[in-house]
């Protein structure tokens, strides 16, 4: 018949879509890979991680003024960091590579905060900084030094946030973990 169009290209057309659109399925459902531990050496994927003050100690956990109190909600209270021993004026390191993209006043103390590959943030204080907004520094880099004040009197007040703004245990990153003990309920 004249003027009929012709339905094969449809029918080509359709198994093709269908191949596509399989293929966009698999690769958005697959899972992403898992990044290395923070901990873990040896990669170059893998972030250095340095102590915030020098030298650092035998055993990280053991001289913490305080550790890390996970809140039960984000509005809730908690101790979203860990407080390291120090004097004032004692050099404060950065824990990583990164930028910074704090360094100045909050409320009545100084901060530093420095961001890092992968999302990580790490702040500091009551840090005086000798370093800018948009530096970058190497993991163990000297950012500014120890100043009085703060929540706690003689220590370094030392935070991480994930990308999502989640805050996280800074001896994570030297693969210090929390075991956890499950106990039977009643006696």
Same mark, same amino acid.
């Given at each position: *018949?004249?003027? *009929? ?5 449809? @029918? ?10 399989? @293929?966009?399925? &698999? ?21 250095? #991680? ?16 305080? !550790? ?36 100045? @006043? ?31 520094? &190497?993991?163990?880099?000297? @950012?500014?030094?120890?100043?009085? !004040?703060? /929540? ?5 007040? #030392? ?12 001896? /994570? ?15």
């Amino acid at each position: *018949m004249v003027g *009929m169009p012709t339905r094969r290209p449809l @029918i080509l057309l359709v198994p093709l879509t269908l191949v596509l659109l399989l @293929i966009i399925a &698999a690769v958005a459902t697959a899972a992403p890979a898992t990044p290395a531990s923070p901990a873990a050496e040896g990669t170059s994927a893998t972030p250095r #991680w340095e102590w915030p003050l020098q030298p650092p100690p035998p055993d990280p956990a053991a001289g913490l003024t305080r !550790g890390f109190e996970r809140p039960p909600a984000p509005w809730a209270a908690g101790h979203r960091g860990v407080d390291l021993p120090a004097a004032p004026g004692t050099a404060v390191h950065t824990a990583g590579a990164g930028r910074i993209t704090f360094a100045g @006043i909050v409320v009545d103390r100084p901060l530093v905060v420095v961001e890092h590959a992968g999302g990580l943030r790490t702040s500091y204080e009551p840090v005086r900084p000798q370093v800018e907004v948009g530096d970058a520094v &190497a993991a163990g880099e000297r @950012i500014g030094s120890l100043a009085s !004040g703060g /929540h706690c009197e003689g220590c370094l007040h #030392w935070g991480v946030r994930n990308a999502a703004g989640t805050y996280l245990d800074p001896l /994570h990153l030297f693969g210090t973990r929390v075991q956890i003990r499950l106990y039977p309920l009643g006696r």
